[in-house]
C-alpha cells in the first residue's frame, strides 16, 4: 500500500487509524529493538564519557575547528597552564608521607610518577601474576591503600 493514497471522509478517518497497527508484520524481537531505537529518536548514542570521533585529547578534540581561545574548557588557558606549572606544591603530611614511601617514592614525586609506580606495583603484588601465591596479598593492601589515601587526600 505504500505509494498508494486513499481519500476518506473524517468518520472513515477514524476507523481506520484506530484499527491501524503499525507493529502488525513484526516480531516481538523487531518491536522491542525498534521501542528501545526510539527512545533516542533513532540516533546513535554512546556512553557517557566516550568520543567516538575524538582522538582521546580534549572535550572537543574531535572537532578540529574547535578552539577554546578564551580557556573557557581549560584547555589552552594560558591562566590554567600557568597556574599548574608555576604554584608551589605543598610539602605532603606526615600520613602523606607515608603513602609515598609504601610506593617507594619519595616527596618529590609528580602525579606521573605516582599512577606509574602504583600500577607497577599492583603488577608486581596481585596473586595472579604471582601464580596464585597470596604471600604478597598484604603488600598489595597496603600499596592499593596509599594510592587511595594520596588521591583522597588530594596530593595527587
Known amino acids: 500500500m505504500e505509494g498508494q493514497f486513499s481519500w476518506f471522509c473524517t468518520g472513515h478517518i477514524r476507523d481506520y487509524n484506530k484499527n491501524y497497527n503499525f507493529f ?3 516480531s516481538a524481537d523487531e518491536v522491542q ?4 531505537e526510539n527512545r533516542t529518536g533513532h540516533r546513535p548514542t554512546w556512553k557517557m564519557g566516550m ?3 575524538g582522538t582521546g585529547g580534549g572535550k572537543f578534540s574531535a572537532d578540529p575547528a574547535f578552539r577554546d581561545t ?3 574548557f581549560g584547555e589552552n588557558s594560558p591562566y590554567e597552564a600557568g597556574a599548574k606549572k608555576d604554584a608551589p606544591k605543598r610539602p605532603p603530611r606526615n600520613a602523606e608521607r607515608k603513602a ?3 610506593l617507594g617514592l619519595d616527596e618529590r614525586a609528580t602525579l606521573a610518577d605516582i599512577k606509574t609506580r602504583y600500577k607497577e606495583l599492583v603488577k608486581k603484588f596481585h596473586p595472579d601474576m604471582n601464580g596464585g601465591d597470596r604471600t ?15 588521591k583522597k587526600s588530594g596530593f595527587c
Open 24 to 26: 502488525a508484520n513484526m
Open 33 to 36: 529493538g525498534y521501542q528501545r
Open 51 to 53: 568520543n567516538p570521533g
Open 70 to 72: 578564551f580557556g573557557f
Open 100 to 102: 609515598l614511601l609504601a
Open 136 to 150: 604478597t596479598e598484604d603488600r598489595l593492601q597496603k600499596v592499593i591503600q596509599a594510592h587511595d589515601y594520596l
